[in-house]
């Protein structure tokens, strides 16, 4: 009886000193976060949403969500979809956000299924978020996400180059270039032109998808000598290309075919489009899988990297995109260690954390084996 209360207070405490209080760190300053995490070892970590009870069509454009354009302070990044998002109030408007909140954001907003949303999210916090303040921007760096754990540790954000942020983009320039974040004229003129020469009535639809795809990994490899195009990668990318052709479509239409007026909005004005209706009901892994490996099929590639202007190496010990488990397996073994190598204490707890729902995340749909680079316990 003794040893059984000892054992539930031991729990308690514990429990108490890994969760000091449901307190939020988002929209805190920079100071109040590190004196929070000073004193408390690390924020609360939230579970990952559940999928949505209501995952019908739904305007979410609407009144309780108004555009409003980031102001001077405001982080944006890569992502038109979550720059959006946060324009809207569907993320916190300045920029920086939690996780969990990026989740139910993109569920919420665009109808992204939950598995798709916790893969992309926790994948991307593993590799540009703070695991100490839970908090992570979805642009630059910043101070406003507390004070970084030790170096290789980047917390570089969304826009950190060679991270989740990769190449050959189709609206942003590639870092070797200029700003790999940046909305860009010349790269959307581009997007317009191939839309206007393989989709259906100038839309942007699977077969433009692909064209612009091929055309933008071939125009890398042929300027950028420090091309790199592997996992994770290339993974972003092709789910990138098919993304516009749904979630930026309007749930009403559901046609597959983006038009550039919403184009203009989401990439350029990062709004939604007026009377915006989001995706009839939650997309994910079973709905995109197709759509990528249908536009990688028709104009396949292996990963690699360039060694100089249009020299392409290939890297077969790296995963290929057909591999989804290899591709998790290579964040959570190499990627997501090479910035924490030897992790302890609170950190290695709030990485496992992550971890274990990345793992929920592709567990659902794909069945891949567990990875643990920092022990199962
Ligand atoms: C759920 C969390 C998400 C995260 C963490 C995320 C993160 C990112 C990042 C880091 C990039 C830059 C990659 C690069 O081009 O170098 C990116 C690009 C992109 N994202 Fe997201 N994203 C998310 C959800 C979405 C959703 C729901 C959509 C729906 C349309 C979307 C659409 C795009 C598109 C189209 C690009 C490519 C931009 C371009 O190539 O010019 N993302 N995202
Ligand atoms: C083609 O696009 C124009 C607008 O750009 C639109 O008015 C027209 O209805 C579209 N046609 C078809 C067949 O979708
Ligand atoms: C994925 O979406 C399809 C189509 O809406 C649905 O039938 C299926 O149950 C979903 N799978 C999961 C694991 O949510």
Aim: glycine residues 8%; hydrophobic residues 40%; negative net charge.
């Amino acid at each position: 009886m003794a040893k059984f209360s000892a054992l539930i207070l031991i729990t308690v405490v514990r429990l108490a000193m890994a969760l000091p209080a449901y307190e939020s760190l988002v929209g805190r300053s920079a100071s109040e976060i590190n004196e929070y995490i000073a004193r408390e070892g690390i924020a609360e970590i939230p579970n990952p949403p559940l999928p949505l009870v209501d995952g019908s069509i739904k305007l979410v454009n609407n009144p309780s969500h108004p555009f409003i354009p980031a102001g001077p302070d405001d982080i944006r990044g890569p992502c038109p979809a979550l720059n959006t998002l946060a324009s809207h109030g569907y993320l916190p408007r300045n920029g920086i956000a939690r996780p969990d909140q990026i989740v139910t954001a993109v569920m919420e907003g665009l109808n992204l299924g939950n598995d798709f949303a916790k893969f992309l999210a926790y994948q991307a916090f593993l590799m540009n978020g703070n695991p100490f303040t839970n908090l992570m921007s979805i642009g630059m760096k910043t101070p406003e996400t507390g004070e970084d754990p030790p170096l290789p540790a980047q917390v570089g954000g969304l826009s950190q180059h060679g991270t989740f942020e990769g190449d050959t983009s189709m609206t942003r320039l590639d870092a070797f270039f200029g700003d790999q974040a940046a909305f860009n004229e010349d790269l959307f003129q581009g997007f317009i032109a191939t839309s206007a020469e393989y989709g259906f009535n100038g839309t942007y639809d699977i077969n433009a998808a692909a064209e612009l795809r091929y055309q933008r990994l071939q125009d890398s490899i042929l300027t950028n000598p420090e091309l790199v195009f592997n996992s994770p990668r290339i993974i972003s990318a092709y789910s990138e290309a098919v993304f516009p052709t749904i979630f930026f479509v309007d749930g009403r239409l559901n046609n597959r075919q983006l038009t550039m007026d919403a184009a203009r909005h989401f990439f350029d004005f990062q709004m939604m489009p007026a009377d915006f209706h989001r995706q009839p009901a939650p997309v994910n892994f079973t709905m995109v899988d197709p759509l990528t490996k249908a536009i990688f099929d028709k104009h396949p590639f292996s990963p690699g990297s360039n060694q100089g202007v249009n020299n392409f190496v290939l890297q077969p010990e790296t995963p290929p995109l057909a591999d989804f488990c290899g591709i998790y397996h290579d964040i959570a073994l190499r990627v997501v260690p090479d910035q924490y190598p030897n992790p302890t204490g609170y950190l290695r707890e709030a990485l496992n954390k992550n971890l274990g729902f990345l793992f929920d995340a592709v567990n659902t749909e794909h069945n891949c084996i567990q990875a643990f680079p920092y022990g199962s316990d």
